[in-house]
Antibody, heavy 123, light 106 residues
Framework: EVQLVESGGVLVKPGGSLRLSCTAS????????MSWVRQAPGKGLEWVGR??????????DYAAPVKGRFTISRDDSKNTLYLQMNSLKTEDTAVYHC??????????????WGQGTLVTVSS | SYELTQPPSVSVSPGQTARITCSGD??????VYWYQQKSGQAPVLVMY???KRPSGIPERFSGSSSGTMATLTISGAQVEDEADYYC?????????FGGGTKLTVL
């Protein structure tokens, strides 16, 4: 059974930094493309970014609102995904979900979700 | 930036057919995926590659796509289908969600 467990969400002041972690189990983490999706309170889903598997280059992609402020990384030896968030803004307040991405040809989609961890950015 | 547009809400009575649309300029060239999110829960994939149903998803769920519009259809909607539904596709190397549609079944 695939399990994704996020941690690290807290209350942080605007301009601050925070690192989220996601511990994965039930699949071969090193082969997986992993991503983060967030959901602001009462709002819709927003794709944040992705990191490919090392065999696929290990490269990252980010949504425009977080590019340059957020960094996704992975430690395959620990089956753990990270989201480093810097220069946080109030609009970054959201539940952050760790997800796995499936791919087929040039298509990719989210197939498993963690329950999420809440990040609150407020003074 | 690329956008997917959904109606904010759809309402049907139990047993009726619910149709939720998703429009986007790139949809003729890209697959659409649909997620169901019930209150307080993580989303669940209910349709992939426009019209394929994952195992465990009831047969009353179906999907289609034509031109710039994709549609998720729930034939004979049940009270338990009440949820928020999101379409998802890709723009270059990035994922994009629609704004979500709240389906009310009552």
């Amino acid at each position: 059974e695939v399990q994704l467990v996020e941690s690290g969400g807290v209350l942080v002041k605007p301009g601050g930094s925070l690192r989220l972690s996601c511990t994965a189990s039930g699949f071969t983490f090193s082969n997986a493309w992993m991503s983060w999706v967030r959901q602001a309170p009462g709002k819709g889903l927003e794709w944040v970014g992705r990191i490919k598997s090392r065999t696929d280059g290990g490269t990252t992609d980010y949504a425009a609102p977080v590019k340059g402020r957020f960094t996704i990384s992975r430690d395959d030896s620990k089956n753990t995904l990270y989201l480093q968030m810097n220069s946080l803004k109030t609009e970054d307040t959201a539940v952050y979900h760790c997800t796995t991405e499936a791919k087929s040809g040039t298509s990719f989609w989210i197939n498993y979700w963690g329950q999420g961890t809440l990040v609150t950015v407020s003074s | 930036s690329y956008e997917l547009t959904q109606p904010p809400s759809v309402s049907v009575s139990p047993g009726q057919t619910a149709r939720i649309t998703c429009s986007g300029d790139a949809l003729p060239k890209k697959y659409v995926y649909w997620y169901q999110q019930k209150s307080g829960q993580a989303p669940v994939l209910v349709m992939y590659e426009d019209s394929k149903r994952p195992s465990g998803i009831p047969e009353r769920f179906s999907g289609s796509s034509s031109g710039t519009m994709a549609t998720l259809t729930i034939s004979g909607a049940q009270v338990e289908d009440e949820a928020d539904y999101y379409c998802y596709s890709t723009d270059s190397s990035k994922g994009v969600f629609g704004g979500g549609t709240k389906l009310t079944v009552l």
